[in-house]
T-cell receptor, first 116, second 112 residues
Framework: EAGVAQSPRYKIIEKRQSVAFWCNPI?????LYWYQQILGQGPKLLIQ????????DSQLPKDRFSAERLKGVDSTLKIQPAKLEDSAVYLC??????????????FGSGTQLSVL | GNSVTQMEGPVTLSEEAFLTINCTYT??????LFWYVQYPGEGLQLLLK?????DKGSNKGFEATYRKETTSFHLEKGSVQVSDSAVYFC???????????FGAGTRLAVHP
């Protein structure tokens, strides 16, 4: 079974530039998550989708971050414009979305972003 | 609010040593508790979980017991191997929407 795919693996940009990350979840998984992991910290949830609808984006900095999952499959996370403090690993995860409270999340390898 | 606190790392051990990584939590309601592991160059993966008080999660020789009275979920292993070198994250879900809240992670380095 293919895992969660993310690209690119690494990205280096200058501040005020834009960047986009892509995620393809495990086939059939209804729930998709984007996490931000700053060096030395645990992952923090940015946004959670159930199919193509948003169920939680309370910690997404909406003035610069946006995400979409138009067809309920793959997803794109965008930052525009980037700031130095956005340097982090961006993790995508998916789960079956069958409604169990503690269903297992499957994580991709992440995209490491460096903002100079 | 809900939060998870882990012991700071790095933890450095010799092979076959006993491992404990402390984790305590603050949560409303009755959370489910998890340990995730991140091996070098790989994605986070679930190591074990416990969904109610006094439950013990176990996997690959690792164990953790859900202690409601001390709000703790400490990770233990009797004899670590070099291959256990990784970053370990304690996490919880409390409330709806399957929202995982992670601790800061503890890096474990095991030497031969």
């Amino acid at each position: 079974e293919a895992g969660v795919a993310q690209s690119p693996r690494y990205k280096i940009i200058e501040k005020r530039q834009s960047v986009a990350f892509w995620c393809n979840p495990i086939s059939g998984h209804a729930t998709l998550y984007w996490y931000q992991q700053i060096l030395g910290q645990g992952p923090k949830l940015l946004i959670q989708f159930q199919n193509n609808g948003v169920v939680d984006d309370s910690q997404l900095p909406k003035d610069r971050f946006s995400a979409e999952r138009l067809k309920g499959v793959d997803s794109t996370l965008k930052i525009q414009p980037a700031k130095l403090e956005d340097s982090a690993v961006y993790l995508c995860a998916s789960s079956s979305g069958r409604g169990q409270r503690d269903e297992k999340l499957f994580f991709g390898s992440g995209t490491q972003l460096s903002v100079l | 609010g809900n939060s998870v606190t882990q012991m700071e790392g790095p933890v450095t051990l010799s092979e076959e040593a006993f491992l404990t990584i402390n984790c305590t939590y603050t949560a409303t309601g009755y959370p489910s508790l998890f340990w995730y592991v991140q091996y070098p160059g790989e994605g986070l993966q679930l190591l074990l979980k416990a969904t109610k008080a006094d439950d013990k999660g176990s996997n690959k020789g690792f164990e953790a017991t859900y202690r409601k009275e001390t709000t703790s979920f400490h990770l233990e292993k009797g004899s670590v191997q070099v291959s256990d070198s990784a970053v370990y994250f304690c996490a919880l879900i409390s409330g709806g929407y399957n929202k995982l809240i992670f601790g800061a992670g503890t890096r474990l380095a095991v030497h031969p």
